[in-house]
Antibody, heavy 115, light 111 residues
């Protein structure tokens, strides 16, 4: 059974950094484009970034460009999102999702950015 | 590409038909295979979204037959033929024709 599980969220002060992880199981992780998508409390879905199966190509939404870095370790079946210079408006549930369209989703991890 | 859904909220009686519309600011039709790169998702409270349709009308495995996706180019529709209690959710359309991938604002379906 395909499964994605995010981790690494929590309460962080503005300006700090954090790395989210997403561990995959039950499918061939290295075959899939992988994405990060977030959802602010009570709001809609916002796609942030994707990475190709080999990890050689990435793309970012304007809201993530320059502050967020997506990466993957296919040997560990794990996707990452390094987030720097965090802001209040980055408060959201962060989902990893596999494929295009997004066929596999994790349950999400909540990040709260607040002083 | 801007995705616009209508309505934002849709009250429907049990057993009745529900129709959600989605319009893209440019065509999502890929000429080489004549498919539109449009997906529909269902999201229930406290859960991640669940893929219902891709290529505008291709039903994902396990999606009940009462759900239908249709449309092409810039105009798309998600129809639920006979609303069931478990269909109460927020529905999103999403284009994957080009980056940045974008979602509609969501339609809240309620009884």
């Amino acid at each position: 059974q395909e499964q994605l599980v995010e981790s690494g969220g929590g309460l962080v002060k503005p300006g700090r950094s954090l790395r989210l992880s997403c561990e995959a199981s039950g499918f061939i992780f290295s075959d899939f484009y992988m994405n990060w998508i977030r959802q602010a409390p009570g709001k809609g879905l916002e796609w942030l970034s994707y990475i190709n199966p080999s990890g050689t190509f990435t793309y970012y939404a304007d809201s993530a460009k320059g502050r967020f870095t997506i990466s993957r370790d296919n040997a560990k079946n794990t996707l990452y999102l390094q987030m720097n210079s965090l802001r209040d408006e980055d408060t959201a549930v962060y989902f990893c999702a596999g494929g295009s369209p997004f066929r596999h989703w994790g349950p999400g991890t909540l990040l709260i950015v607040s002083s | 590409i801007v995705m616009t859904q209508s309505p934002d909220s849709l009250p429907v009686s049990l057993g009745e038909r529900a129709t959600i519309n989605c319009k893209s600011s440019q065509s999502l039709l890929y000429s080489s295979n004549n498919k539109s790169f449009l997906a529909w998702y269902q999201q229930k409270p406290g859960h991640p979204p669940n893929l219902l349709f891709y290529s505008a009308s291709a039903r994902e495995s396990g999606v009940p037959a009462r759900f239908t996706g249709s449309g092409s180019g810039t105009d798309f529709t998600l129809t639920i033929s006979s609303l069931q209690p478990e269909d109460v959710a927020v529905y999103y359309c999403q284009q994957y024709f080009t980056t940045p991938f974008t979602f509609g604002q969501g339609t809240k379906l309620e009884i």
